[in-house]
């Protein structure tokens, strides 16, 4: 079988990943600031930031030119052509969601450590409100660039920006179950993790189920490399063990008592398979042929 060869997952996969957490990542900072949960929320501005920084890099060095996304956006500036680019390239979109959260959370990190003034700024209602809402849409962002994808049934399906919401949210989560000490925080990430893992569960089931009976040969083809195929031992050990089936099972043990290297364990085997599931969903696109 054939894969897509135009994205890397080895490099869109890890964006994908990094742009889920900084998005739902910054969601839950301004959660927290306006529930006045003030733990570990210096660190929590510490984790978005690298992981802007990193996705940035991610997705730039999957560019065959990576220096002509610069220049391609002073150009369009000082054209006055920028907007209207930006209504028609999803990688425009996500470029521009992207470097204002760079910004954002970048004043999260001064406010945090050599610039407390800032607070002034960053802690007020209507930044938090704009830090999520761009959060949201820099994660939702990363699954209409994969689900707007041409030539690719597998991914021209509804059910990836949700799952990717789905998974960024289980993913902010994991990072502050990482963080966190305190046992009435733990035990609230824990039940809000466990309704994700169950949500998360059904969509990728659905991502997978539908071209199986319905839908192009090449989604068709897709959804068995990843089923029986090819894929498979990644998908099924990786993914849903790993991802969903063991955090699960741990989430359920953690109800009944908050146990911290049992929370860790949950939390680390929900962000690697979130990391495998974004890699196989782009390693898995194959592109539908048109008959002559």
């Known amino acids: 079988m054939t ?24 969601v839950a900072y301004a959660l927290m600031k306006f529930s006045k949960v003030e733990e570990k929320l210096r660190e929590l501005s510490f984790v978005i930031f690298a992981s802007v920084v990193l996705g940035l890099f991610f997705v730039v060095a999957d560019l065959s030119r990576p220096l002509n996304v610069p220049f391609a956006i002073i150009s369009s500036l ?17 470029i521009t969601l992207l470097s204002l959260l760079l910004l954002m959370t970048f004043a999260l990190v001064l406010r945090h450590t050599v610039a407390e003034g800032l607070s002034r700024i960053t802690d007020r209602p209507w930044y938090l409100t704009l830090l999520a809402i761009i959060g949201f849409l820099v994660t939702i962002y990363s699954g209409f660039l994969i689900s707007s994808a041409s030539g690719v049934p597998f991914w021209n399906t509804g059910l990836i920006p949700l799952l990717w919401i789905i998974s960024a949210s289980i993913c902010a989560i ?16 824990t039940r809000a993790g466990l309704s994700l893992d169950v949500a998360e569960l059904v969509a990728v089931f659905a991502l997978v189920a539908s071209p199986l009976y319905a839908g192009p040969e090449a989604a068709r083809e897709s959804a068995q490399a990843l089923v029986s195929g090819e894929l498979a031992i990644y998908f099924w050990l990786g993914v849903v063990i790993v991802g969903i089936i063991v955090p699960l099972a741990l989430g359920l043990q953690l109800l009944r008592r908050e146990d911290r290297r049992l929370g860790l364990a949950a939390a680390l ?9 974004r890699a196989l969903v782009v390693q898995a696109g194959v592109f539908s042929t048109i008959g002559l």
């Open 3 to 26: 894969f897509q060869e135009i994205w890397s997952p080895w490099l869109i996969g890890p964006f994908l990943w990094l742009a889920g957490i900084a998005g739902m990542g910054s």
């Open 78 to 94: 000082s054209q006055g052509v920028f907007i209207a680019k930006l209504a028609q390239s999803w990688m425009t979109i996500g």
């Open 174 to 189: 994991a990072v502050l179950k990482i963080m966190t000490r305190g046992e009435e925080i733990a035990h609230l990430l």
């Open 269 to 277: 085997c929900a962000l690697l398979g979130a990391l495998i599931l």
